[in-house]
């Protein structure tokens, strides 16, 4: 499974954004497409994910209400929708992979580059 995120940009506080993760190789309707953000001199943190098939998904608490995680199956592609971004949501934003439900990043197997989101005040 290879994964390529996409959408990072600078952004105002209280401002949209909304990041792409392209998917590409065998990906089955169990795994579980999630983002992960990790901001300077912090751990890589959970934001969302979701099943590629059947649509289950599950947030941190940091962004629910917020965020909101899809996916178009036919396109192969996950989205993460945010809105009313805060400065603290400023982070390099990753895609990753997962052969199931997970909120760790360690079991993870497969990742995307990042894209950096900056949210200024």
């Known amino acids: 499974v290879q994964l390529q995120a996409s959408g990072g940009g600078l952004v105002q506080a209280g401002d949209s954004l909304r990041l792409s993760c392209a998917v590409s190789?065998?990906?089955?309707?169990?795994?579980?497409v999630g983002w992960f953000r990790q901001a300077p001199g912090k751990e890589r943190e959970f934001v969302a994910t979701?099943?590629?098939?059947?649509?289950?998904?599950y947030y941190a608490d940091s962004v629910r209400g917020r965020f909101t995680i899809f996916r178009d199956s036919d396109k192969n592609t996950a989205f993460l929708q945010m809105n009313s971004l805060e400065v603290d949501d400023s982070a390099v934003y990753y895609c990753a992979a997962a052969t199931e439900y997970a909120t760790i990043h360690n079991l993870y197997d497969y990742w995307g580059q990042g894209t950096l989101v900056t949210v200024s005040s």
């Open positions: 190789g065998r990906i089955y309707n169990s795994y579980f």
């Open positions: 979701i099943m590629w098939r059947g649509g289950r998904r």
